[in-house]
Structure formats: C-alpha cells, structure tokens
C-alpha cells in the first residue's frame, strides 16, 4: 500500500519560513517524480515544484528562488524549504509521486501566512 504522509505545515507570519517534509512508504522515490502542489480556496492546485528521478527541479513561478525542492532517497523523503513566505502562499500543500504507471497523492499539511 502506497503511502504519503506529509507534515510541517502551520502558521508563519510573511517573511518566515517553513520546510514540509513527505514521507513515502510503498514506492521508491528515487524511481519517481515527486512534486509538492498547492490548493488555495477558491483556486485550481496548482505545481509548487517537482524533482524527477534524475535529481532534476523544476519551479512554479510565483515560488522561484524562493522555495527549494530535495529529497533523500535512503530516507524516502521529500522536502520543500519555503524562504520568504508571503500571504499568497496560503494554501492546502499536497506531495504528489508519479511514476510511469502510477499516481498518488498524500492527504496535505496547511500552510496558512499571515501578513
């Protein structure tokens, strides 16, 4: 049974930082894309960055050189360090694995930044 299990979400004034953390059982996620989404109310999730199984990043937008994506394969973490937050990146963060076959989804950690 494929699990993700995120954590590290909470309260942070703008200007802080967060990091999440998403723990995978079942899958190995060095043989996977992982990518951290987000869902405001209201809006669409939306991709806050994603790390291929090569090692390879890819960024957002709105989050560029402000967040970093890594993992570490012996642990079979992902992380997202969020610098610099500001109030628009409240929202439900999802981690999400993706394989050739496969999609998973774990349940999310809020991040809510208050202003």
């Known amino acids: 049974q494929v699990q993700l299990v995120e954590s590290g979400g909470g309260l942070v004034q703008a200007g802080g930082s967060l990091r999440l953390s998403c723990v995978a059982s079942?899958?190995?996620?060095?043989?996977?894309?992982m990518a951290w989404y987000r869902q405001a109310p209201g809006k669409q999730r939306e991709l806050v960055a994603d790390?291929?199984?090569?090692?390879?990043?890819n960024y957002g937008d709105s989050v560029k050189g402000r967040f970093t994506i890594s993992r570490n394969t012996a642990e079979n973490t992902v992380y997202l360090q969020m610098n610099n937050l500001k109030p628009e990146d409240t929202a439900v963060y999802y981690c999400?694995?993706?394989?050739?076959?496969?999609?998973?989804w774990g349940q999310g950690t809020q991040v809510t930044v208050s202003s």
């Open positions: 079942g899958i190995i996620i060095r043989r996977m894309t």
């Open positions: 999400n694995a993706e394989g050739l076959m496969s999609h998973y």
């Open positions: 790390i291929s199984s090569i090692g390879s990043t």
